[in-house]
Structure formats: structure tokens, C-alpha cells
């Protein structure tokens, strides 16, 4: 199972976060905007489709450059949840509907399933959804043609407490032992091609614990699993 044990060295690193996107967002962000505009402004009137493709690659990393810095001080340092009682099952619903044109693209069985009864919980709804998204976009970004990913949302009882856990499992390739201590990290670099790259893992285990929740990699006998759990009570 991936996760952090050691508070004081994720808030040390958390802090370090911080520090670096404050200061690297506001000097890189400004020659991106100055890049990403006179790309725009070239592309208007270029009327080469060539030289259009090149404009569009241009403007589109430069974005890109944009919401990574957005992403990593997102996580360093990110807004408290607004909670309100929500339906757990609409938000998964939600959320899950909302990858299905990208699994119909790259051919991915995308499923829920479980039981689909009301489930409610004080969450921010909005972080909710991100988080899911991000969990279930991981598996489409590794699986072939022909894989498939299901989601499952459970209520249940951990000791005295109880809690929702939305489990996210695909048949890829799977995670190597190696991997899983720095699964969570944003843009660890020994991730396997093609699944973790970026932010979303990240996000959406920020997200879980300022919900008072877990987000871990749990063992599989094949592919992944990710299991969400938050708490239902005070």
C-alpha cells in the first residue's frame, strides 16, 4: 500500500513546494504569457497550414508550461474543502461520465460498478470530482486498446468510523514495488511511461487528506487499484 507515514517530512517537502512554485510561477508565467500571446496573435494571420501547426504546438506547450506551475502550487498549497452534504454516487456518476468520451477514444471499457444507492457526505463537491477524475484518468493514460477500468463506490464501517471508499481498478500493467513509496509525489521521475506523469495523483491525494481522508495504492493481483476513502461522520 502507497502512502505517507512521515508528517513531518511531507509537510517539509509540502513547504518546499510552496516556496519554489510562488516564486518559479511568477518568473516563468510571465515570458509564457508574452510566448503563448504572440503565438496567438501570429497564428490570426498566418494562413500557412503548416506554419499554423507549429503556431498551435507552440501556444498549446506554452499553456501547458501554465497549468503545470497552476497544478503544483495547487497542491503545495491548496483551498479548504467547502463542505456540504453531497451524494457520493452523483459525484462518481459525474465524474466518471465525464472521461467516458475519452475512454470511447482510446477504446477503454470505463464501468461502474457496485451498488448505486444515495451516499452522503460533508465534502466539496467540486474537489471531490477532481479528485475521482483524476484517479480514473490515471488508468486511461496506461491502458491498451481493449483494457478496462471499474468504479466502485461502498459504504463501510473502519473501527468506530464510518466512511465512503470509491475503489478505481484497471487491468493494465500494474505498478512496480519500486514505484509505490512515491506514487503520490508530484512529478517523481521514475514513473512508469504513461501513468502518474503530472499532477493528478498528487491532486487528488492533497485532496483526500484535507478531507480527512486516504487515498492509497492498494495490492492487486492484477493491474491497479486505488481506493479513495473519506469519512462519513464528525
Known amino acids: 500500500m502507497a502512502t505517507y507515514d512521515d508528517a513531518d517530512l511531507l509537510r517539509a517537502k509540502l513547504e518546499a513546494l510552496a516556496e519554489f512554485a510562488a516564486g518559479a510561477g511568477h518568473e516563468i508565467n510571465n515570458p509564457l504569457a508574452v510566448i503563448s500571446g504572440r503565438a496567438q496573435l501570429l497564428l490570426r494571420d498566418e494562413r500557412d497550414p503548416e506554419r499554423r501547426r507549429d503556431l498551435a504546438v507552440i501556444r498549446t506547450q506554452a499553456m501547458r508550461i501554465h497549468e503545470m506551475i497552476a497544478d503544483l502550487m495547487l497542491f503545495a498549497r491548496p483551498p479548504l474543502p467547502r463542505k456540504t452534504p453531497c451524494d457520493l454516487s452523483t459525484l462518481v456518476a459525474a465524474a466518471v461520465d465525464s472521461l467516458r468520451p475519452k475512454a470511447e477514444v482510446a477504446r477503454v471499457r470505463l464501468e461502474r460498478v457496485g451498488k448505486s444507492a444515495p451516499l452522503t457526505a460533508e465534502v466539496d463537491a467540486e474537489q471531490i470530482h477532481v479528485a475521482v477524475r483524476a484517479v480514473v484518468d490515471n488508468g486511461l493514460n496506461v491502458l491498451a486498446a481493449g483494457g478496462a477500468i471499474s468504479v466502485e463506490l461502498r459504504g463501510t464501517t473502519d473501527g468506530a468510523q464510518a466512511a465512503a471508499k470509491i ?5 493494465g ?3 512496480a514495488p519500486e514505484v509505490r513509496e512515491h506514487l ?8 512508469e511511461a504513461g501513468r502518474g506523469l503530472g499532477m493528478g495523483l498528487s491532486k487528488a491525494w492533497r485532496i483526500a487528506t484535507n478531507h480527512g481522508g486516504t487515498l492509497t495504492c492498494d495490492e492487486a493481483e492484477c493491474g491497479a487499484q486505488f481506493t479513495l476513502r473519506l469519512p462519513l461522520g464528525p
Open 167 to 171: 475503489i478505481v481498478r484497471d487491468d
Open 173 to 175: 500493467p500494474g505498478i
Open 184 to 191: 503520490f509525489d508530484p512529478f517523481y521521475s521514475g514513473r
